[in-house]
């Protein structure tokens, strides 16, 4: 459960101060060289090709954004950054552990997964995934599109972007996302005529409830013309999935 949003407040701010966004490039270009959009529409990252260099290099970028102050940036922007963030560690730590199956083989002590590790020290703060997603992200901006910025390294996640996110364009690069996994059959399907949807969709229906229409209708909202229409006659989801192997090549 998400721990009391005073706990971490002091990363979020209405007022911001305007501050210029953190630069992105280092991340951007490992990006550009390591994930490779499929012909089916998912994302995967060639873990197995990246260079002792680049992995030192995501590591210094990683190190770099410790010294940002997000409360400063602008809405925006912050929810850049902390995507950012969560999604560079995710790839850092399977790249640490690699070559695993799937990201659970990667254990925060006892409990499958790396989400419970103190991974990223900021004001004077140690933060797990799991405080940066929950604790701050979903705390905080309250936007279910959360869902679609944040990659935890399973063939069964949204796309990890082959871009960074950035304020500018945040709020069509998140449509963008959640239209790739919407119009994906990980994410939304029909199996022997009944309606399966991601796992996603039943572990934070809290997040979709408040969506006109709920689940149903945010699928509506991002289907494209020929799953629109195969929605319509839908009242109730049958069966929820999700795919944790590692998105590798």
């Not at 459960?1 to 953190?22: H, I, L, V």
């Not at 997964?113 to 991974?119: A, D, E, F, V, Y």
């Not at 039943?202 to 509506?220: C, I, N, P, T």
């Not at 009242?235 to 999700?242: D, E, L, N, V």
Request: charged letters at 20%; glycine letters at 8%.
């Amino acid at each position: 459960m998400p721990q009391q949003k005073s706990t971490f407040e002091k990363f979020f701010s209405d007022k911001s101060k305007g501050a210029k966004a953190p630069a992105y490039g280092v991340w951007a270009a490992f990006l550009s060289a390591y994930v490779e959009m499929l012909n089916e529409g998912r994302t995967t990252v060639h873990y197995g090709d990246v260079s002792t260099d680049d992995h030192n290099g995501l590591k210094t970028f990683i190190a770099a954004m410790q010294l940002v102050n997000p409360a400063a940036l602008s809405r925006a922007d912050a929810f850049a950054f902390w995507a950012n963030i969560y999604n560079a560690l995710t790839v850092d730590i399977v790249l640490d552990h690699y070559p695993v199956k799937s990201i659970k083989a990667i254990r925060s002590g006892i409990t499958p997964g790396p989400w419970r590790r103190k991974l990223f020290s900021i004001g004077g703060e140690q933060l797990t995934l799991d405080n940066i997603e929950h604790d701050i992200l979903r705390a905080f901006w309250g936007d279910n599109r959360v869902h679609y910025a944040l990659n935890c390294g399973s063939i069964g996640c949204p796309n990890l972007l082959p871009q960074p996110f950035v304020g500018e364009t945040l709020d069509d690069t998140l449509d963008q996302a959640a239209t790739e996994f919407i119009n994906h059959p990980r994410s939304v399907d029909f199996i022997r005529g009944r309606l399966v949807a991601s796992s996603i969709y039943s572990w934070y229906k809290e997040d979709f409830r408040q969506a006109r229409g709920g689940v149903l209708g945010h699928f509506q909202k991002y289907a494209a013309p020929e799953l629109k229409n195969a929605l319509g006659s839908e009242t109730r989801i049958s069966r929820h999935t999700y795919d944790w192997s590692l998105n590798d090549r």
